[in-house]
């Protein structure tokens, strides 16, 4: 919206007078200017660095090497890191349509208005409270083939006869992983779908159920759509942490059996932690956050028109 | 009599189905609740038993003393999370609002770039980061901890309050606008008050991160009197090669659990203020 | 431009050339560790007894890492030390681990690190070659009781012939055994087993006991605890897993002995003795199912020693050497170095605090009367049990790889290492297993000489 500043009678022009577009162009940037600035200094620089080292041979303590853009083309070439990159997309494209299908179940659960929602509501966002390595060691308790309450469980209602060792095998401990992964993210998108369902207007809402809309009807032509920020929100970050997975692999499969169940992030941690390849492991960084810039870009570009 | 009856089965069912899920959801917790007051032989039996037969406290009184005594850490890590929260808020806010309603020329790529920190893993940058901070003077630092928190949870609170601006009617802005009312002004009296669900969501996300974030501590903290809670923590869990105490770990988790319970309950009543106010007509 | 707006812009220029400044343009003062200004004021001249009056740079204090794992005994060492007088020692006890070298070398790296350390020894040779620690060969020499120290610690300590690191805290591996399950299975507790074929015999009976009781147990994940425990087997027939040290390093693993080890613990495991759990702990419930009474023999740690004694009063054990093939006995001695970084710049004080950790009134007080095992002889105390007793010995003739690879070779838990062990003894196929580890192995070797 151009509008020009009011002129009172007898005010002169001034010399270097700002339109209100460039006015609110200079404000735009002020009220972003502190993240900026701080990301700048805590995130972009420390990347910067990360940069160079990547672009060097560099244990953890002694001289740098420099090796031009040999890391990258041994990264691609290294099968084990192509592996813990496809595992990971494996793994997102698995477990995000899950937290999506039942952030939204439980979002639409909990905005009724009923007696005791919010007591619910707490329930189910309350897995979010705890870290994400104590979770995981709740899990590496809970799932232990002989101290752990799931054998117990599932032996006591009959499900089981003898112990299941939920970590020898690559699918057992991915069922795991991965419910570890949905109960300790889940209430999140189910905040984020609250508030997606929630502004949605009631006015819009009546006027396709007089229209004769049924609930289907109006969940895909009038809720959804209007939804779709907040759907982008929550793939988005689902999908990011999905790919950055760590924890969960790392304390209750330790990337077992064998290594089939290394993500990407559990391959860097062990390229810098282990082996001491610290400029080989930011070269990997540097590629996951390329292909994580791209995807973004293209969520944000596809989904946020305002 | 059927809209009664079918209003009736669809509350049952309501009910039924968010019960089940409640308990679905609070059983790892509950476990880990009744445990800590186990012996710690009797925490690692086997079969394992459902409660307790012997109510100890040996676990928690080890807790209690250890290092520097809990309450040092539970102070540094208040201080902390105190920070990142306030630090979050202000700076997510004022960036979600520029970017949702100042439609400046560059907005989408400041966006993007506020975006990128979540994209590279904590462990792969931090080497790099300590070597800036120590530059700084702020390693050994809880502030210079803050501040890394911050960075890390700010692509997420500026992509909500982002959201949160931009649902806000353009209308009710441009009738402020219209009046007189300056940017600054129009930002704090009209925009914020509709947008609290957002703060509420932004503040608990930054207060958990933080709270329970470990790695990074590690590696900036040096001094004991420094430490937060989560490394007191694998300080005393994790023994030798990496064995585990069980029954101190389950201590451990319900005590840094707790504080997190109480500011979530203490929050939620913006949440649900900002839900119930009816958010927006038409 | 209206001035409000002109005052915003000149902030707004002003925060980002801060911002620039800040992030690097500007020489920031080399940052003094923190502790060192309130220890300006407890530096008294009045020194009473052990350290040395030899210094006279201005020294205000010791920094000092110790690792988890020392935690129980390690701050009444320092406090006794501090109450000597002189310069403060102050410690910081850091979560064991990966992240302590990443810890430690992230603080090597910008000039934060601590003078001295309490280093696991196996990290030693790796920093060692790297320059990061002070040489103290002359130092070491002139105390006159450096060949007492334990010599396997001491050999990991050493690098091109200087001494980089004395012995600290030993930590040998043993057999334990539960002598409660032994008498109900009929064997004699006071005899544990001394062979191979004899610990396959016993655990047998023990199995056969029934009621979820297994004969043996090892942590089938694991990496850097099968390090601990089951190399001394190899050992202990006569053979090693290493060759050579640095520049001449080469693997050993494709050699009889080993496999000879990888089949024994196949038996095991297929003869059902061992616990269907073994196969995915990688140490975390290692102890669990030997404190509940539930496992005859445990090859392990003499840190547990002092945990049981605390924790677990009721249980009835005994400890007995690891065994070779047809008999002989071996050990991983294992435990922490006390170190000097190079770039210290309180070098007396710190040797100060060395010497006096290593001293035999040191050891017999706060390691070995902590529970710990000692690393010199005269440091046994009087009453020392038989289990306690038997560590000591261990440790005594304890062997340590030596590598400046550690960490990939054994502690990656999805490393070579490991990944044999595991296929070896559950799925079987132990000749391929051990030529493709001992491939791997000598290309980390290559790699990490460069």
């Known amino acids: 919206?151009?509008?020009?500043?009011?002129?009172?009678?007898?005010?002169?022009?001034?010399?270097?007078?700002?339109?209100?577009?460039?006015?609110?162009?200079?404000?735009?940037?002020?009220?972003?200017?502190?993240?900026?600035?701080?990301?700048?200094?805590?995130?972009?620089?420390?990347?910067?660095?990360?940069?160079?080292?990547?672009?060097?041979?560099?244990?953890?303590?002694?001289?740098?090497?420099?090796?031009?853009l040999d890391n990258y083309s041994t990264l691609f070439a290294d099968q084990r890191f192509v592996d813990a990159l496809l595992f990971s997309i494996r793994f997102a494209v698995l477990v995000v349509p899950l937290i999506m299908l039942v952030g939204f179940g439980l979002g639409a659960l909990v905005t009724s208005q009923r007696r005791g929602v919010a007591i619910f509501r707490s329930i189910y966002f309350l897995p979010l409270v705890i870290g994400y390595a104590a979770a995981s060691y709740i899990w590496l308790w809970l799932f232990n083939g002989q101290i752990g309450l799931a054998n117990k469980v599932l032996t006591d209602l009959g499900v089981i006869s003898v112990p299941l060792q939920w970590f020898a095998d690559p699918m057992l401990g991915f069922i795991a992983a991965s419910s570890l992964v949905i109960w300790k993210t889940v209430g999140f998108s189910m905040v984020l779908f609250m508030g997606g369902l929630q502004s949605v207007p009631q006015d819009l809402r009546d006027a396709a159920s007089v229209d004769g809309a049924s609930r289907w009807q109006m969940l895909r032509y009038v809720t959804l759509p209007l939804m779709r920020n907040t759907t982008a929100l929550v793939f988005v970050f689902a999908a990011i942490s999905c790919l950055l997975v760590f924890e969960p692999f790392f304390i209750l499969t330790k990337g077992g059996p064998g290594t089939s169940t290394v993500g990407v992030v559990q391959w860097i941690f062990g390229t810098s932690f282990y082996a001491f390849r610290l400029g080989y492991g930011a070269a990997a960084s540097i590629v996951l956050l390329v292909l994580l810039l791209t995807f973004t870009s293209i969520q944000v570009r596809a989904f946020l028109r305002d | 009599m059927t809209s009664r009856r079918t209003a009736r089965v669809r509350g049952a069912a309501w009910y039924g189905t968010s019960f089940v899920l409640a308990v679905i959801f609070l059983f790892p917790l509950m476990a880990v609740l009744i445990t800590v007051f186990k012996t710690p032989a009797e925490a690692v039996a086997v079969p394992p038993t459902y409660l307790p037969s012997v109510i100890s406290f040996d676990n928690f009184a080890a807790l209690w003393s250890a290092g520097a005594g809990l309450p040092r850490y539970l102070a540094n890590s208040a201080f902390v999370s105190t920070g990142t929260v306030l630090l979050t808020v202000v700076l997510a806010t004022t960036a979600g609002y520029g970017i949702a309603r100042i439609r400046f020329r560059g907005a989408d790529a400041v966006f993007l770039l506020l975006l990128t920190p979540m994209m590279v893993p904590l462990q792969a940058l931090l080497t790099a980061l300590y070597a800036v901070l120590v530059r700084i003077g702020l390693s050994d630092n809880l502030i210079g901890l803050v501040l890394i928190y911050t960075v890390s949870i700010l692509p997420f609170s500026v992509f909500v309050m982002r959201n949160a601006f931009a649902d806000i009617p353009r209308e009710i802005e441009e009738a402020a606008w219209v009046d007189g009312c300056g940017v600054l002004r129009s930002l704090l009296q009209v925009a914020l008050p509709l947008a609290w669900p957002g703060i509420a969501t932004v503040a608990l996300f930054a207060f958990f991160t933080s709270w329970n974030e470990f790695l990074a501590a590690l590696i900036m903290l040096t001094s004991d009197a420094h430490y937060t809670v989560p490394l007191l923590l694998q300080n005393i869990t994790i023994g030798k090669l990496g064995s585990i105490n069980w029954g101190m770990l389950q201590v451990g988790i319900l005590v840094t659990t707790l504080p997190c319970v109480v500011v979530f309950l203490l929050l939620q009543r913006y949440y649900v203020r900002g839900l119930l106010a009816g958010g927006v007509k038409g | 431009?209206?001035?409000?707006?002109?005052?915003?812009?000149?902030?707004?220029?002003?925060?980002?050339?801060?911002?620039?400044?800040?992030?690097?343009?500007?020489?920031?003062?080399?940052?003094?560790?923190?502790?060192?200004?309130?220890?300006?004021?407890?530096?008294?001249?009045?020194?009473?007894?052990?350290?040395?009056?030899?210094?006279?740079?201005?020294?205000?204090?010791?920094?000092?890492?110790?690792?988890?794992?020392?935690?129980?005994?390690?701050?009444?060492?320092?406090?006794?030390?501090?109450?000597?007088?002189?310069?403060?020692?102050?410690?910081?006890?850091?979560?064991?681990?990966?992240?302590?070298?990443?810890?430690?070398?992230?603080?090597?790296?910008?000039?934060?690190?601590?003078?001295?350390?309490?280093?696991?020894?196996?990290?030693?040779?790796?920093?060692?070659?790297?320059?990061?620690?002070?040489?103290?060969?002359?130092?070491?020499?002139?105390?006159?009781?450096?060949?007492?120290?334990?010599?396997?610690?001491?050999?990991?300590?050493?690098?091109?012939?200087?001494?980089?690191?004395?012995?600290?805290?030993?930590?040998?591996?043993?057999?334990?055994?539960?002598?409660?399950?032994?008498?109900?299975?009929?064997?004699?507790?006071?005899?544990?087993?001394?062979?191979?074929?004899?610990?396959?015999?016993?655990?047998?009976?023990?199995?056969?006991?029934?009621?979820?009781?297994?004969?043996?147990?090892?942590?089938?994940?694991?990496?850097?605890?099968?390090?601990?425990?089951?190399?001394?087997?190899?050992?202990?027939?006569?053979?090693?897993?290493?060759?050579?040290?640095?520049?001449?390093?080469?693997?050993?693993?494709?050699?009889?002995?080993?496999?000879?080890?990888?089949?024994?613990?196949?038996?095991?495991?297929?003869?059902?003795?061992?616990?269907?759990?073994?196969?995915?702990?990688?140490?975390?419930?290692?102890?669990?199912?030997?404190?509940?009474?539930?496992?005859?023999?445990?090859?392990?740690?003499?840190?547990?020693?002092?945990?049981?004694?605390?924790?677990?009063?009721?249980?009835?054990?005994?400890?007995?050497?690891?065994?070779?093939?047809?008999?002989?006995?071996?050990?991983?001695?294992?435990?922490?170095?006390?170190?000097?970084?190079?770039?210290?710049?309180?070098?007396?004080?710190?040797?100060?605090?060395?010497?006096?950790?290593?001293?035999?009134?040191?050891?017999?007080?706060?390691?070995?009367?902590?529970?710990?095992?000692?690393?010199?002889?005269?440091?046994?105390?009087?009453?020392?049990d038989a289990n306690f007793t038997t560590l000591i010995q261990a440790m005594a003739m304890g062997q340590t790889p030596k590598s400046v690879v550690y960490s990939q070779l054994f502690e990656d838990p999805t490393g070579p290492w490991a990944t044999m062990i595991h296929e070896s003894v559950f799925s079987g196929n132990i000749d391929q297993q051990v030529a493709s580890a001992d491939a791997a192995w000598n290309a980390i070797i290559a790699a990490g000489a460069k």
């Open chain 1, 1 to 68: 919206m151009i509008r020009a500043p009011a002129r009172q009678p007898g005010q002169a022009l001034r010399r270097h007078r700002l339109t209100a577009r460039g006015r609110r162009q200079a404000h735009g940037w002020l009220f972003v200017l502190p993240s900026l600035a701080l990301v700048t200094v805590f995130f972009l620089v420390p990347l910067g660095l990360m940069g160079w080292m990547s672009l060097n041979d560099w244990g953890l303590v002694g001289e740098a090497r420099p090796v031009g």
């Open chain 3, 1 to 384: 431009m209206h001035p409000r707006y002109r005052i915003f812009s000149v902030i707004a220029q002003l925060s980002v050339a801060a911002a620039l400044v800040v992030a690097g343009c500007s020489s920031s003062s080399t940052p003094q560790p923190t502790q060192a200004a309130t220890q300006a004021a407890t530096v008294a001249a009045t020194m009473t007894a052990a350290p040395s009056t030899a210094t006279t740079t201005a020294c205000k204090g010791i920094t000092f890492w110790a690792r988890s794992d020392t935690s129980p005994f390690i701050q009444p060492l320092v406090d006794a030390y501090n109450a000597l007088g002189g310069p403060r020692v102050e410690l910081t006890v850091v979560p064991a681990g990966a992240a302590f070298t990443q810890k430690l070398g992230a603080a090597l790296a910008a000039g934060t690190a601590p003078d001295v350390i309490s280093l696991n020894l196996v990290y030693a040779p790796y920093f060692a070659s790297k320059g990061q620690l002070a040489d103290i060969t002359d130092r070491a020499k002139a105390l006159g009781y450096v060949d007492q120290l334990n010599a396997s610690e001491l050999r990991v300590g050493t690098w091109n012939d200087k001494i980089y690191a004395l012995p600290f805290t030993g930590d040998a591996s043993a057999l334990f055994y539960n002598k409660t399950l032994f008498k109900r299975a009929g064997l004699d507790p006071s005899k544990p087993p001394t062979t191979w074929a004899e610990i396959l015999d016993d655990a047998k009976k023990v199995a056969a006991l029934g009621g979820g009781v297994s004969g043996y147990y090892f942590p089938g994940s694991g990496s850097g605890w099968n390090l601990f425990t089951f190399t001394p087997y190899i050992w202990a027939s006569g053979g090693d897993v290493l060759t050579g040290e640095g520049a001449n390093q080469k693997s050993n693993l494709n050699t009889q002995p080993v496999k000879d080890a990888l089949a024994f613990y196949r038996e095991l495991w297929t003869s059902g003795v061992i616990d269907p759990s073994a196969q995915t702990d990688d140490g975390t419930s290692i102890l669990t199912l030997f404190e509940a009474g539930k496992v005859a023999m445990l090859p392990n740690g003499a840190f547990a020693y002092s945990e049981f004694k605390s924790k677990f009063k009721n249980l009835d054990y005994g400890i007995t050497f690891i065994p070779g093939k047809n008999g002989g006995k071996a050990s991983f001695a294992g435990g922490d170095t006390i170190t000097i970084t190079a770039a210290t710049k309180c070098m007396d004080q710190a040797w100060d605090f060395v010497k006096w950790t290593t001293s035999t009134d040191t050891q017999t007080k706060y390691i070995a009367g902590a529970g710990v095992v000692p690393i010199r002889p005269d440091a046994v105390p009087a009453n020392a």
